[in-house]
């Protein structure tokens, strides 16, 4: 009988002490929360279908425009992460967003953003360079046979290391020709690579 008992006991304490493995899932998830404020451009005017807003402009929270104007969109067309999003090209205008964030100096940082054509345009591949800490890479968004209720989001991700204990992140059209109807953005996120 005592053998029992002590076989109940140190099995209460197994049990007891499995939820110790939860907490070390929940400090990674920590861990990789998204360093930006407002990744999928949710907070910001009513664009109603969409607005085009100016270099410059921080209306959309946590976000300044770069470069010529960009639209913000609506419900003109489905967005990767919520409600809204961005085209990169303004109603004219070659534009692009930055956003600065706290980094350590020397980690390693994964960016993570969902890419798309305006499907109003020619069809043609549209590229967007993503830039931070120096370095930059440009990606390509595929017509993929896009419509508004349909956009064919596609994820793309970027890896930089910081410089500084603050670094800005800055997306912009890669185009050069079609002032509207450019490479659409949406749901940015950066996070420490944790090793």
Known sequence: MRRFLLTSAVLGMVVVALPGADDKKDEKKAEAKNLL??????????????????EKDEQIKGWTVIKG?????GSYWQAAEGK????LHGSPGLG????????????KYKVTLSIAINPDGEGKKKKVTVAAAGKSETFTAEPKDATKEDMKWEKKTWEFTATDTKTTLEIYTAETTE???GPALDDVSVVEVVK
């Not at 404020?37 to 100016?54: K, T, W, Y």
């Not at 967003?97 to 350590?104: C, G």
């Open 96 to 107: 692009g967003v930055k956003q600065e964030f706290e980094t350590k100096k020397g980690a």
């Open 84 to 87: 809204r999003s961005l085209d």
């Open 179 to 181: 002032e509207a109807c």
């Open 69 to 73: 104007q960009i639209d913000y969109i």
């Open 37 to 54: 404020v407002n990744g999928s451009f949710e907070e910001g005017p009513d664009p109603g279908p969409f607005v085009p807003l100016d």
